[in-house]
């Protein structure tokens, strides 16, 4: 069975930054696409950042490149994500998840298997 648990959410200001932490059960992590995805109250899901298994290739959506860091530790089967320069904009329940199988995209229904998500408000 996959499982996957996010932490390290919280409040931190405007210009902040946090870290997150994915944790997952189940087997060949390093094999998968893995991704970050984000929702704000009103607001669809939407994919931050993902990391490509088993090439290990990450893409970031285009307003948090440059902010944000994603990284995978296939020893530890964890996902990071370093997340610089906050803005209140990126207030929102973060997710990890995983279709458990290679895509190149964000698109949700594609992923199968998801986390219960962490808090993250930036204040301004």
Wanted: proline letters at 6%; charged letters at 20%; a neutral charge.
């Amino acid at each position: 069975e996959v499982r996957l648990v996010e932490s390290g959410g919280g409040l931190v200001q405007d210009g902040g930054s946090l870290p997150l932490a994915c944790t997952f059960s189940g087997p060949r992590f390093e094999d998968y696409t893995v991704g970050w995805f984000r929702q704000a109250p009103g607001s669809e899901r939407e994919g931050v950042s993902y990391i490509r298994g088993p090439d290990g290739s990450t893409y970031y959506k285009p307003t948090v490149t440059g902010r944000v860091t994603m990284s995978r530790d296939n020893v530890k089967n964890t996902l990071y994500l370093q997340m610089n320069s906050l803005k209140p904009e990126d207030t929102g329940l973060y997710y990890c998840a995983t279709p458990c199988r290679v895509v190149n995209n964000f698109i949700t229904r594609e992923y199968d298997y998801w986390g219960q998500g962490t808090q993250v408000t930036v204040s301004s």
